[in-house]
Structure formats: C-alpha cells, structure tokens
C-alpha cells in the first residue's frame, strides 16, 4: 500500500525530495527495508513524537518549504498536491491546508508549511496530543502567522478515502481493481466517477468517525489535565 502511495506521490513536479519518515521502533524495521529495496529515502524517529520525527529530519535538510502527507493515503492526487503547493506559495502563506476546513475526501489531504513555522510548533509545543499530530499546534495556537486554506468547489468532505480499519483498507482494494490496470495514476474525479456509478463501494468503509485518533488525543490531553 506505501508503495502504491509513494508511486502517486512522485508524480508530483512540485515536491523536490521525497521521505519516509518512519518510527526508530524494530517493528517499522519493514518498512526501512522497504524504501532501501525501492530506492526510497527514509528517515526514523520517535514513535509517539510525530512533531520531533518531522523537525529532526527537516532541521537535517532545512528545506524552505515542508509537504506534509499521512502514510495512510493511497489515493492520494498528484495533482491535488500540487494545486496546494501553488496555492501556498502563490499565496506567500506560512500554513496551508486543503483539509482546513475539510471539502476533500478523508484522505486527499494536504499540508505545506515553511520550516521556520515547523521549528518554532517543535519548541513551543508541550501537550502530547500536540506532538503526536504534527500540524495541531501550529493551526490551533500559533499567533501572527499567515493561513491558508484551499478548499474544493464541491464538498467531497463525506467521503472516506483513508486507511485507518479494515473496511477501509477493503474500499481502497476494491478502487484498485476497478481502476489500476487500465490507469496506474488514477486521479481523484475517477474515483468520483466509479462511486458515483456504483454507489455500493462507499458503502464499504461507511460509518467510521474522521479524525478518530486525532480526537481521542485531544481527550485524552483533556483528562490529563484536569487530573493535574
């Protein structure tokens, strides 16, 4: 599935550098195997520190620029990428999100920060809910700094294109093999197209909350909190 996400990722004519930036933990041992077989530049870092596995490796390239992508996308657009990318530069913003608020599908989501805005969330952010997810600090507490938000002329936001259980992992296995042998770049209106004609396939992965992990975090920061 990474693979598969990776080979649309690189379609991109925006993105420089590509990594993948794993937990140091022996069981993601598979997936540094992985990139070394494909030709793939990894990185690893703390399992639960998102926030500091991103900083680490980009305080290593000081790109001026970040693309943020979650590995568990693999209909991600390349061309989505790039339209965010554009926006954000053309825009001279410091964030950009086409997932703030959400138009597009659970899953087409895109951030682009500038890697000053990165290093300071890494030193000023201190909740565990704000390390664990990346971008969080950076949206929700950060002063003076420019947003932007690319957002879909038709709100797509109700459909679920994320891997996070197994019904969903079913309804990517299922858009696979209705459109990856006739085209392996598959883009976003074609998988719009397919549900559109058969309705059954989001039907598939129907019911599960977005953000889930992002939200039991934020509870959990909660009670830790009060219990202080």
């Not at 991103?54 to 992508?69: A, D, E, F, T």
């Not at 990517?172 to 392996?184: F, G, P, S």
């Not at 059954?200 to 889930?212: A, H, L, P, S």
Request: one cysteine or more.
């Amino acid at each position: 599935m990474l693979l598969h996400q990776i080979e649309r990722v690189a379609q991109s004519k925006r993105i420089d550098q590509l990594y993948v930036a794993t937990s140091n933990l022996a069981e993601d041992d598979e997936i540094e195997d992985l990139c070394n077989q494909n030709g793939i530049n990894c990185f690893r870092g703390s399992l639960s520190d998102v926030l500091d596995r991103y900083y680490q490796l980009s305080s290593i390239l000081q790109p001026s620029h970040i693309v943020r992508l979650t590995g568990d996308c693999p209909l991600i657009d390349h061309k989505i990428i790039d339209n965010v990318i554009d926006f954000h530069i053309k825009g001279n913003y410091d964030y950009t999100s086409n997932a703030q608020p959400p138009t597009f599908p659970d899953g087409m989501d895109v951030e682009v920060m500038r890697y000053g805005v990165l290093k300071q969330a890494w030193s000023d952010a201190k909740l565990k809910s704000q390390r664990e997810h990346v971008t969080l600090y950076i949206y929700q507490k950060m002063k003076n700094i420019k947003i932007g938000r690319y957002t879909s002329l038709i709100d797509y936001s109700n459909m679920r294109w994320t891997v996070d259980e197994l019904n969903d992992f079913r309804f990517v296995e299922r858009v696979y093999d209705e459109l990856y042998d006739a085209n392996h770049l598959f883009d976003m209106d074609s998988i719009i197209d397919l549900i559109s004609n058969n309705p059954d396939i989001m039907k598939i992965n129907q019911g599960i909350n977005r953000n889930e992990g992002l939200k039991k975090s934020l509870k959990n920061d909660k009670v830790y909190t009060i219990s202080r």
